[in-house]
């Protein structure tokens, strides 16, 4: 399993009083103009990835971000497999390190192997980028809410992305977002037959905290680097 989990991600906008009556649309517009906002991000995603023959992949990876940069670093606490490595982004470059052989392996952005096969090849660097912009993270998906709550939390909208084309291997996506913030709480993944596919969960989330962008670039002075592209 490659040295990466990187899943697009999310986010944020204005808080209104009336925020229920919004339609998808206007939400995720606000979501929009939040993320574009934001200077830096710092989280930890947790959840799961069901493979093919049911075995559960737990993850746990600590991600910090700064988005008008391009540049993101996911260090790796779960799964066992890859504890203690990272993987950075960095515009169009990516670095696949590796804890246990102290290598650090480059490859283009738009190469697939650069997040482990788990996307296809991408024109656009930025595709792979971690933006928060969930309008073009799902662009030609069908957009809707499913419903509103509230919780002593917060009010959450839930909303609900339907892939239109065929033979995928994602059919929706359920997302959570908090009013107040307009942060997501989860994004979580289903196949056609309404099974799960990945669920992921944000938490400890933290914005605007001043991330230097030398510790998310850092990569140990004795690493071996192989380069890919």
Known sequence: MKNTIILSLILMGLSFGWAQNLTVDEVLDNMQLKAEAIEDIHLLLTGKIIDPDGTEIILEVDISALPKEKVTRAEFYQPDALADNFTILDKDVVYNYVY???????FSASDPDALG???PARENSEDTSFDFNLE???????ASIDSYEETAEGNIYNLRFDNKEEDVVIDHVSV???ESSWLPTNMIFFKEDNSLFTELYFEDLIVDNGLDIEDLVYIPDDAEIIDER
């Open 117 to 119: 096969g788990l996307l």
């Open 100 to 106: 246990l052989t102290n290598q650090a392996t480059l």
């Open 136 to 142: 073009r993270l799902f662009a030609g998906w069908i």
């Open 176 to 178: 959570s977002v908090y």
